[in-house]
């Protein structure tokens, strides 16, 4: 038994290291296709991110343009082409208004100087620019900021305008700088420091502020709480990490910064590209987060498993214990059963060969032997069969007053006519209690059993004490001996069925470990309890409550 029980627990660990293996293989695998998910959609949201910058970018640049084009620095005319051309030829200067006709030009002076070329468009043109705007009737400076988005030689006439008054008037600031440095090696026109192509100060810093505030608005709306961190460099890297533990997004071009615009033979040099890139550290917590049912469900199919294993294993044990039990249960009665049958043999022997019969005296004390034995064989049997009857609840409890004097003081007699040893037997009624409510029978054995035991375990002589006291309103009854004790790793277990203190291969007392069974059963169908104190070597106390 003990080599299959090693097998078996070989098998399981095995199984269950196997199942963990597996289950963690299975579960970092889902991890990484995870992590991949995640990274596909702080991808997206990156781009959504950026795509909010770029609008910001044009919205603030259509606000500076349209400002620019309605100061009253910036005169707009717009005139046919016949109109053009009369004022080429007179030379005239200034701007009267005309019809609007196609084909017609759009002429802009900055303080008071027009630029050294005209933009020429159409009618059409300008009224279909002029419907994107969504508000109504809107102003010359607002269609024409509109339409330089689109036509880049209207965007390059109206950066031409403001790069050269820019360049003419700096604030006074950078004419005292321009003044002071003028003369000096080195010296760079400040012009790209102020202007329409003026750079915010730490721009990096701007850019990584406003792109993570859209980030992080975009993340909100997918539920995605993650810390990040924004990267800005002049230059693009290689590839993202395939750190397990951080992840990134893919790297874009980020070019939205200032007012700068169109690659422009004016612009190029001040043109800042940079190249943006969105780190996650510690991903991990969110992506189990969206991974706590199926990890939740992994979880418990391996505690599942470990539970089935342990119940597995509990049941062989208890089946081993149950085999145990049963061989000693076996060995006991085999031993209980001999010995009353060897007896009556021997006296039902001794009337045939030796004239037994002859002798009245002699007869009588023979059969009154077997009569004994056949008690005891009787008794044997009872036990067992109250324990199957009560195993299959067919014991019914006929309770009725009882005498509680009485009883004690019959057990009393009985147990002493019957002992094999010098015993003395104490009883003291110290409540008072005259008669309980009880089955007669069944609580005459309880107590007969209890008085058994102490008799048997006790040294000799014998000391035995019967206290009957009253608590809660319930007969208490302390039973208390001066015999080989319990030992305390056996205390809880002496009222399982058949279960004895083992003392290996020695028998010295009889028993089938029915006995306690049997007493909490009937203690309890009372509705009372049975409980034991015992130290090894100084004697044993069962409390029996019953209600009164």
């Not at 009880?438 to 035991?453: G, Q």
Request: with cysteine; hydrophobic share 40%; charged share 20%.
């Amino acid at each position: 038994m003990k080599r299959k029980l090693k097998i078996v627990l070989f098998l399981i660990a095995l199984s269950l290291t196997g199942i963990i293996i597996f289950q963690g293989y299975w579960s970092f695998n889902a991890y990484k296709e995870n992590k991949k998910l995640f990274e596909n959609k702080i991808d997206a949201a990156m781009q959504r991110a950026l795509d909010s910058c770029k609008r910001d970018y044009f919205d603030s640049l259509r606000t500076v343009l349209v400002k620019r084009l309605s100061e009253s620095t910036t005169a707009i005319k717009i005139d046919s082409t016949s109109q053009i051309n009369a004022a080429a030829a007179g030379g005239r200067s200034t701007f009267s208004t005309g019809p609007l006709v196609t084909p017609y030009a759009i002429w802009i002076s900055v303080h008071g100087s027009r630029s050294s070329a005209s933009f020429q468009t159409s009618s059409n043109i300008y009224n279909y620019y002029k419907s994107k705007i969504k508000h109504t009737n809107p102003t010359v400076p607002e269609v024409l900021t509109e339409m330089s988005f689109y036509v880049p030689p209207l965007m390059s006439e109206l950066i031409q305008d403001f790069f050269v008054y820019d360049g003419m008037n700096p604030p006074p600031a950078v004419r005292a700088y321009i003044n002071a440095n003028y003369n000096k090696p080195g010296f760079k026109y400040p012009i790209a420091q102020n202007g329409i192509f003026e750079q915010p100060r730490n721009y990096k810093q701007a850019d990584s502020l406003k792109i993570g505030s859209y980030l992080r608005r975009e993340l909100d709306k997918m539920h995605i709480n993650a810390d990040f961190v924004i990267n800005l460099s002049s230059k693009p890297t290689t590839t993202k990490s395939d750190n397990v533990f951080l992840s990134e997004t893919n790297e874009y071009k980020y070019q939205y910064h200032g007012f700068t615009f169109l690659l422009t033979s004016y612009t190029l040099q001040y043109r800042y590209t940079l190249y943006a890139r969105a780190a996650f550290r510690n991903p991990q917590y969110v992506i189990m987060k969206g991974m706590l049912v199926t990890l939740g469900l992994s979880g418990l199919l391996i505690l599942f498993t470990i539970f089935c294993f342990y119940y597995i294993i509990k049941t062989l044990n208890q089946q081993k214990a149950l085999g145990e039990l049963k061989d000693d249960f076996i060995n006991n009665m085999t031993h209980e059963l001999k010995t009353p049958i060897a007896t009556i043999a021997v006296a039902i022997e001794g009337m045939q060969k030796y004239n037994v019969l002859n002798d009245p005296e002699k007869t009588q004390c023979y059969l009154e032997t077997s009569r004994n034995e056949l008690a005891r064989l009787n008794e044997l049997v009872s036990k067992v069969l109250d324990v199957a009857a009560f195993e299959n609840k067919e014991v019914k409890l006929i309770k009725e007053k009882i005498n509680i004097d009485e009883l004690v003081n019959e057990l009393i007699t009985a147990e002493r006519s019957k002992a094999d040893k010098t015993t003395t037997i104490t009883y003291k009624n110290e409540a008072g209690i005259i008669d309980i409510t009880a089955d007669k029978l069944h609580f005459k054995n309880v107590l007969m059993n209890i008085l058994d035991n102490a008799v048997k375990y006790s040294t000799e002589p014998a000391v035995i004490s019967i206290t009957l006291t009253k608590s809660n309103n319930m007969a208490v009854f302390t039973i208390q001996d001066n015999g080989i004790g319990i030992p305390a790793a056996h205390v809880n277990r002496i009222f399982e069925k058949f279960y004895r203190v083992p003392t290996g291969n020695i028998h010295n007392v009889k028993g089938t470990g029915l006995g306690l069974n049997y007493v909490k059963y009937i203690v309890e169908a009372h509705g009372g309890s049975v409980t034991v104190k015992s130290e090894l070597n100084a004697g044993s106390e069962f409390i029996v409550s019953i209600p009164l």
